[in-house]
Nanobody, 116 residues
Framework: QVQLVESGGGLVQPGGSLRLSCAASGFTFSTAPMSWYRQAPGKERELVAG????????NYADSVKGRFTISRDNAKKTVYLQMNSLKPGDTAVYYCTVRRAWTDYWGQGTQVTVSS
């Protein structure tokens, strides 16, 4: 079965950096576009970044462009989100997701808190 396990979240000061990881299993990772979403308290879940199966194309929410970078290692079946210049507004639970056979699968999420 499809499993997505996020890690790497934590508490960081404004201006700091974190790298999130999402380890995938249960499907052919190298053929699957992947995405990161986030959900802040009281807000809807929003798309942060996406990457194509081969990693050649990426897209980002305007709010994170120039600060976040999505990447993947198909040999390790892992997708990453490098987050730099973090702001308090980036505080949220971050999820990786994949769509297979018209079904969206989500990990359990990892909490990112940006605070001084």
């Amino acid at each position: 079965q499809v499993q997505l396990v996020e890690s790497g979240g934590g508490l960081v000061q404004p201006g700091g950096s974190l790298r999130l990881s999402c380890a995938a299993s249960g499907f052919t990772f190298s053929t699957a576009p992947m995405s990161w979403y986030r959900q802040a308290p009281g807000k809807e879940r929003e798309l942060v970044a996406g990457i194509t199966a081969g990693g050649g194309s990426t897209n980002y929410a305007d709010s994170v462009k120039g600060r976040f970078t999505i990447s993947r290692d198909n040999a390790k079946k892992t997708v990453y989100l490098q987050m730099n210049s973090l702001k308090p507004g980036d505080t949220a639970v971050y999820y990786c997701t994949v769509r297979r056979a018209w079904t969206d699968y989500w990990g359990q999420g990892t909490q990112v808190t940006v605070s001084s």
